[in-house]
């Protein structure tokens, strides 16, 4: 039944999403050129509320659950688990407050609308991964734009999509880096779920009628831990929310 609806609703939420990424790709570019980063960042924000609610043409419903009063005086490193491109503009949207960058590929900075520009002008860092040296770079400039303008970052750990949900191992270079470069940086878990199951037969039809959730875990002092300690304990908890078996 969700695949059929798939059929139906797919169209029209892809006809939204596809508007709604035109109309603010010159608004973004209006606001950064007259009136500066803080205009930008704002555009940016009602551009992901949109396409977070852009869901509802799909039927799907969205919960973002956040118990905790995380500051804003701070960087924090968001680490989650990752599911589909649809798991991005709610983070961006739900975490407006703590401004969180994102580690792209530098591929994407070109060609899609709204996107590609936000990804140029909007202080994350663009990865190219073949270039190692050129990767670690771009996140350290990251770590240090966090620092001085206590922004903070979403990083995706296991490196890829988990196309069936199942999360993939965590890896802790990033975590590493980042926090090489902004040691005061507050770690924070996310655990989304059911963000695959829209695009599980792959961009048509997308599938309708999936509980959306993205979940804020309890948050890391790095302290004394090691990056490999924070990013294991980090993927731990993600796990314990989504109900799979928990590696030692």
Known sequence: MSKLFGYL??????IFFGLVLCIF??????????FGYKAHKTSVD?????????QLFLLNTITFKNDYNLPTDRPIIFAANHQSMYDIPALIWFLR???A???SKIELTKGIPSI?????LGGGANINRKDNKQAISEIIKL?????ENNWSTVIFPEGTRAKDGQVKPFQFGGIATLLKAVPNALVVPVAIEN???????GVFPLTAGNALKWTVLKPIEPGVKTPNEITLEAETEIRKVLGQEVLL
Do not use: A, D, E
Request: charged share 20%; aromatic share 20%; glycine share 2%.
């Open 97 to 99: 407050k703590h401004s």
């Open 101 to 103: 960058k994102f580690i």
């Open 9 to 14: 609703l797919s169209p029209v939420f892809y």
């Open 25 to 34: 790709h010159p608004i973004q570019w209006i606001c950064y050129k007259l």
């Open 195 to 201: 963000s695959w199951k829209i695009v599980r037969f």
């Open 143 to 147: 770590g240090r734009r966090m620092k």
């Open 116 to 120: 590609s520009i936000n990804l140029r």
């Open 46 to 54: 009602i551009l992901n509320f949109f396409l977070t609610y852009c």
